[in-house]
């Protein structure tokens, strides 16, 4: 997306042979060469200019989400390696279900970000002209689990922190949570909140967008991702997507949490 100032548009001129060919940037006042003079329509797309600290930063924290990658791949590989028992059974290590989950959840958000901002670097900083098409290619579905993922992971959370607490309390009195932390019940559990999580997310599988601009002149900015039109016009998603799933994601599990270690 470009960087506007005034009537300004700001954008990187070119990268040579994969390095930084002294981030030529290119100012001009021409709006007509991104927009339709006519009828004032965007005729190509906009994107954020990657300056040099920019590219080495986004370059540099894919690195350590490839790292996170491998590290939750781990965990998720050695959790599974332990036998599930029942939260109320003594004398047994701790069921790992819902860890287990946690981690192949967290090598999901590292995934996304390698491909939603890694990717992107590499495509516009090396001007790969392959790397951008597959880019946005996979740019929406990617998104889209990234976002339940964020979803549920507090989720998994809360019932993690749960299970230590029945484990640590001991034998269960209470025939509901007997049920509930039981093997069966925990696959129960973790399979309905899965599933509320992507029918809550999944309405952004339609108010997210590639947009084509066939008339731009500029390869790297003939496809751009944004909302889809009828979301800009949809007060109610907006109040859906920004307010009600927020609070369901941070605020609501933040102070379950805080009130579940405070016990």
Known sequence: MSIENGRNNVHVD??????????MFKATTEEGIYKNEEIGEPI???????TLAR?????GASLFAFLGLAANL??????????NGSASKAN?????LYPRMLALLDACICAAYILLFGVDAISYGMRSKSSFLLYHWYIVPAFVVARMA???IPYMLIFASL???????GKLRNS???RLYSVQGRQITMAITLLACVLLRAPTVWATTVHHYPKCNDFFRSLSAGPADWVFESQFYQLYDFHLLSVAQTVFPFFLLLAINLV
């Not at 070119?14 to 981030?23: A, E, I, K, P, R």
């Not at 590219?55 to 370059?59: A, D, G, Q, R, T």
């Not at 299970?163 to 309390?169: A, F, H, K």
Request: one cysteine or more; hydrophobic letters at 45%; aromatic letters at 18%.
């Open 14 to 23: 070119h990268f040579v042979g994969g390095s930084v060919d002294l981030l």
């Open 163 to 169: 299970e230590r607490l029945v484990w640590i309390g």
């Open 92 to 96: 047994q290590p701790p069921p790992t």
């Open 55 to 59: 590219f080495l930063f986004v370059s």
């Open 74 to 83: 781990l965990l998720f590989y050695l959790f599974s390696q332990t036998r």
């Open 176 to 178: 509901l949570l007997r």
């Open 44 to 50: 190509c797309g906009e994107y954020e200019t990657y």
């Open 150 to 152: 964020q979803l549920a």
